[in-house]
């Protein structure tokens, strides 16, 4: 998914803005084991005009990066999530009133509510390890999850089996799933979930859905129908390294761990780094981005396995790349405002999906091509969905 110009300098800001922002120190205390984001908050900013979110996008465009957007500057009716470290709170919220922009503050500090996520896994181990039984309701490491697939597979092996579709950066294993009930080379549905490593839900959703195949095929209609005919891939970690690491040093990460030489920043954004669009809107030049595309399409080992995956199997029909923190159902473009060839086939299997799951949770998605979904610039059909966004999915700005 590609979004907003956020490599470029910063013109809305005068020399004072920069230099105040500049100045303010951006520390992250990485002193022994897990990093500290005490006082770090998330602010919610509205935005109420174009202009508006235009300053917000000379933030995001801050060389080095001052605040991490989780949710980035899309269209006035979306609201702007963004991390604020504790150093640069003071000057953030004083660039934010001198533009007359209304924030509210989401969450007071980031590091109580990841002690309190420290503090459920470690109660949940301790109840796996005297149940033997694995938590579908908590988060796991990758060892955890790893291990998890091992046992999985062997399980139910007349369904699931185990393929590893190369090596990450680090040189650990990229593994998928493969659900089938016989054939060879059927038509089939990719899934992956945890591209990006600190979208820890996506990890855990991804394992639920595993399960639920498993249980679901030869009790449920629908399911059982899907996979006598095609074959499901999965693939749950799709960045091994990033998400090792949010576990061992930085729960915040979100790009992969690659490295070169006479590069400081470290890390590419695995999902800016697709051919696809490359380097278009929404992604960044600067390896210090959270949004940084790579030095060239498909330079990272976890994106090239997945490519060769693909283009080698040759018959999957249907792509579904899980994230997390928005509600939002999108197709593309996200690069191009251009329609893609079926957008109305892609429109309307989206706006059923949207309705069905509406109908079971109560929980309302809105749902476009991404560049439309995420600019003011929508199309007719996506305009006429008229849902408002309730909480939630990384989305950056498309514009
Ligand atoms: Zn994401």
Known sequence: MQGTPGGSVCPGLSPVDRWTLLVSSFIMVAASGQMNFTGDQVLRVLAKNEKQLSVLRDLEGLKPQKVDFWRGPARPSLPVDMRVPF???????????????????????????LDKEREAMARSRRLERSTSSFSYSSYHTLEEIYSW???????????????RIGHSFENRSILVLKFSTGGSQRRAIWIDTGIHSREWITHATGIWTAKKIV????????????LNAMDIFMEIVTNPDGFAFTHSMNRLWRKNKSTRPGVFCIGVDLNRNWKSGFGGNGSNNNPCSETYHGPSAQSEPEVAAIVDFITAHGNIKALISIHSYSQMLMYPYGHSLEPVPNQK????????????????????????SISTTLCECASPLAAAVGVTPTWGQEVQALC
Not at 87 to 108: R, T, V
Not at 215 to 226: A, F
């Open 149 to 163: 697939i091992d046992n999985f597979v062997t399980e139910h092996s007349d369904i699931v089996s185990k393929i």
């Open 215 to 226: 249980n679901e095929y030869g009790k449920d209609h629908t399911l059982t129908n899907i």
């Open 345 to 368: 086939e892609l429109y309307n299997l989206a706006k059923d999906a949207v309705q069905a799951l509406y109908q079971v949770h109560g929980i309302e998605y809105i749902y476009g």
């Open 87 to 113: 150093s640069a709170l003071k000057d953030i919220k004083a660039f934010l009133e001198s533009h007359g922009l209304a924030y509210s503050i989401m969450i007071k500090d980031i590091q109580v509510l």
